[in-house]
């Protein structure tokens, strides 16, 4: 059974920082580019950061750049999200995402063509 299960989402104080696991079960991590997305109250989901099968390809979206680092454990099947300097706007439940492997900058492809999802964790950041 293909399972990908998001941990570490919680309540943080603005300026703090997170770090959010998802361990994959049921298929070969390895052979898949991961995502994570975030969908904020009343808003889509959206991408916010993706990395490459082999883990020498991360990006991340604008909003989250210099405040988010993506890394991958292919050997422990976990992705990781690395989140500082978290502002209130960053609240969410943030999702993570199995896909195809991708060739580097077609990351707006990719966020679109993901075929396995997590069930989520949510991220408070409020004082």
């Known amino acids: 059974q293909v399972q990908l299960v998001e941990s570490g989402g919680g309540l943080v104080q603005p300026g703090g920082s997170l770090t959010l696991s998802c361990v994959a079960s049921g298929f070969t991590l390895r052979d898949y580019g991961i995502g994570w997305f975030r969908q904020a109250p009343g808003k889509e989901r959206e991408g916010v950061s993706c990395i490459s099968d082999s883990g020498d390809d991360t990006y991340n979206v604008d909003s989250v750049k210099g405040r988010i680092t993506i890394s991958r454990d292919n050997a422990k099947n976990t992705v990781y999200l690395h989140m500082n300097s978290l502002k209130p706007e960053d609240t969410g439940v943030y999702y993570c995402?199995?896909?195809?492997?991708?060739?580097?900058?077609?990351?707006?492809?990719?966020?679109?063509?993901?075929?396995?999802w997590g069930q989520g964790t949510l991220v408070t950041v409020s004082s």
């Open positions: 995402a199995a896909g195809p492997p991708y060739a580097s900058g077609s990351y707006h492809w990719f966020f679109g063509v993901m075929e396995y």
